[in-house]
């Protein structure tokens, strides 16, 4: 049992003895050798693709959105929306270019010439798994070249809607109303609707009782609306009285129209209701609301 011992000692000290040779840098460890050097090159080298990785996106990113805002300024220029699409797809093809020629080069410092065994890896992906990945650059190009939206626009996919936020190569990013981002791949946007091309329609609506005159509130409203023509600049079709439009339990609804430029109505639609509000409390004009009345009958 001694020997035994012994010779297991023996061959741990003599195989897993670990050796370092400071003129050659090599760090040898049994039959495993590492040169300390090479390797620490490699990894100088590794970081500093990073680093140069970093450096281009930023320049890059900087530089294209420099020309984009110098284009804004040029006499024949595209307009602002288009502009900023642009510089989106832009930035997405430089990082995208900039990560590829990043990974192959980090890789080939780490491994090697790879040039052939990554062709390979790369025709084995887009056989099996990458067809989702040109669908969507390639719809994605579509939807530019066809202009179905912008930066900017208010669109709806599917039951997303919000703001465009940005256009890449492979996705399309909106935001909605509560902040949330939605992320979409460019492959599986098959319908959109687009709210932000051509004039927008303005509708507010107004409830009065049954003992308020038509006549007199419809000549109040368009008292609001000449106001409202004359301090807006958005207005594409003046708003006016459409007519009555219900006969409810609680009173008349008389409906105000009219078309506003793309993505104004909101605003518009706020103002144009604090106006007929305030046009019908200088007419005393009630606007029906939930009431209670209490009645004293005597004599039961």
């Not at 450096?55 to 288009?82: A, H, P, T």
């Not at 509708?203 to 049954?210: K, L, N």
Request: charged letters at 25%.
């Amino acid at each position: 049992m001694l020997k035994a011992y012994n010779c297991v000692s023996v061959l741990t000290e003599t195989y897993l003895k670990p050796d370092f040779n400071i003129d050659t840098g090599i760090f040898k460890v049994g039959t495993v050798s590492i040169n300390v050097y090479e390797l620490g090159l490699k990894l100088v080298r590794v970081i500093l693709i990073l680093i140069a990785m970093y450096v281009v996106i930023k320049l890059g990113s900087s530089l294209i959105n420099k020309s984009v805002e110098k284009q804004n300024k040029l006499r024949f220029s595209l307009n602002e929306k288009k502009s900023k699409t642009i510089g989106a797809v832009l930035k997405s093809i430089l990082r995208y270019a900039v990560y590829f020629f990043g990974i192959v080069g980090i890789l080939t410092q780490l491994f090697g010439t790879i040039s052939l065994t990554f062709a390979s890896i790369g025709g084995v992906a887009i056989g099996f798994g990458a067809q989702s990945l040109i669908k969507d650059i390639l719809n994605g190009f579509f939807i530019l070249f066809e202009d179905h939206f912008a930066v900017g626009d208010y669109i709806t996919i599917e039951t997303r809607s919000g703001i465009v936020e940005s256009i890449e190569l492979r996705v399309t990013k909106v935001r909605d109303f509560n902040g949330d981002l939605h992320v979409i791949p460019n492959g599986r946007i098959m319908e959109v609707t687009n709210h932000s091309r051509g004039a927008t329609r303005i509708t507010v609506e107004v409830s009065i009782t049954y003992e308020e005159s038509i006549d007199k509130t419809i000549d109040a409203i368009n008292k609001a609306c000449e106001v409202f023509i004359k301090e807006n600049k958005d207005i594409i079709e003046p708003p006016k009285v459409v007519g009555v439009t219900g006969l409810t339990v609680n009173g008349v609804v008389i409906k105000v129209a009219g078309k506003v430029k793309a993505m104004k109505h909101w605003d518009n639609e706020n103002k144009l209701r604090k106006m007929i509000k305030e046009s019908l409390d200088k007419e005393n004009i009630e606007i029906t609301y939930n009431k209670i009345q209490y009645t004293n009958q005597q004599g039961k």
